[in-house]
């Protein structure tokens, strides 16, 4: 599997230029936005996560990679494996870079608050990913974008009603503190869902 990390560590040395462009559009984003900057450096850390990894079964399609891994003394769990390990690299050093830009800019001022929203885009960043990886599997990077759009427009119009209505404003503070303790729990069981899902797509895979 250190083989198959490489390989994805060398696509990113290749991308080294769009991701800093990407990153200094943001850090101008966060400048002029004085107090956004947290909402900026937030949307930083989820958005490159995703383009990274994403972009990276893209690279492998276009370059016939499944045909060439499949035929390596490597089992299927250990390719889909590198993925989601690959997943929780990028989540932590994007979170570790998301947080030097927001104590550059916001100082140790709101050290927790800030600590928590970072914490919380990293599970966001896996969460989403964690959804999006078993249909690219399945269905490839292109269709996969299109069923993640529509998912991503059709969940909130169904559950903004309903949150609406449960008056989530109503709960005590002891009922938030649980459900914030218990969200870390639901980011990885989401997480070992989709990397077991992925497997067994990928094991039934022909190509």
Same mark, same amino acid.
């Given at each position: 599997?250190?083989?198959?990390?490489?390989?994805?560590?060398?696509?990113? /040395? #290749?991308?080294?230029?769009?991701?800093? =462009?990407? $990153? &200094? !559009?943001?850090? %101008?984003?966060?400048?002029?936005?004085? +107090?956004?900057?947290?909402?900026?450096?937030?949307?930083?850390?989820?958005?490159?996560?995703?383009?990274?990894?994403?972009?990276?079964?893209?690279?492998?399609?276009?370059?016939?990679?499944?045909?060439?891994?499949?035929?390596?003394?490597?089992?299927? /769990? #250990?390719?889909?494996?590198?993925?989601? =390990?690959? $997943? &929780? !690299?990028?989540? %932590?050093?994007?979170?570790?870079?998301? +947080?030097?830009?927001?104590?550059?800019?916001?100082?140790?001022?709101?050290?927790?608050?800030?600590?928590?929203?970072?914490?919380?885009?990293?599970?966001?960043?896996?969460?989403?990913?964690?959804?999006?990886?078993?249909?690219?599997?399945?269905?490839?990077? #292109?269709?996969?974008?299109?069923?993640?759009?529509?998912?991503?427009?059709?969940?909130?119009?169904?559950?903004?009603?309903?949150?609406?209505?449960?008056?989530?404003?109503?709960?005590?503070?002891?009922?938030?503190?649980?459900?914030?303790?218990?969200?870390?729990?639901?980011?990885?069981?989401?997480?070992?869902?989709?990397?077991?899902?992925?497997?067994?797509?990928?094991?039934?895979?022909?190509?």
């Amino acid at each position: 599997m250190k083989g198959l990390l490489i390989k994805d560590f060398l696509y990113l /040395k #290749q991308q080294g230029r769009a991701l800093l =462009v990407l $990153l &200094i !559009f943001f850090v %101008a984003f966060a400048v002029m936005s004085k +107090g956004g900057a947290m909402t900026a450096i937030s949307g930083l850390a989820v958005a490159v996560t995703l383009v990274v990894v994403i972009n990276t079964f893209a690279f492998d399609e276009g370059s016939k990679w499944d045909i060439y891994a499949f035929s390596l003394p490597v089992r299927k /769990k #250990q390719i889909v494996l590198e993925k989601y =390990v690959f $997943l &929780i !690299f990028m989540t %932590a050093a994007v979170t570790l870079i998301s +947080g030097i830009f927001a104590f550059a800019f916001q100082g140790m001022e709101n050290f927790s608050e800030t600590l928590l929203t970072l914490a919380a885009c990293a599970g966001i960043g896996i969460t989403i990913c964690s959804v999006i990886l078993p249909f690219v599997y399945r269905f490839g990077v #292109q269709k996969a974008w299109l069923i993640c759009l529509i998912i991503g427009i059709a969940v909130p119009m169904i559950f903004t009603p309903l949150i609406r209505q449960a008056h989530l404003n109503t709960l005590g503070e002891e009922a938030i503190t649980r459900i914030s303790w218990s969200l870390p729990f639901i980011v990885a069981l989401i997480f070992i869902g989709s990397y077991l899902i992925s497997c067994r797509i990928v094991e039934n895979k022909e190509l």
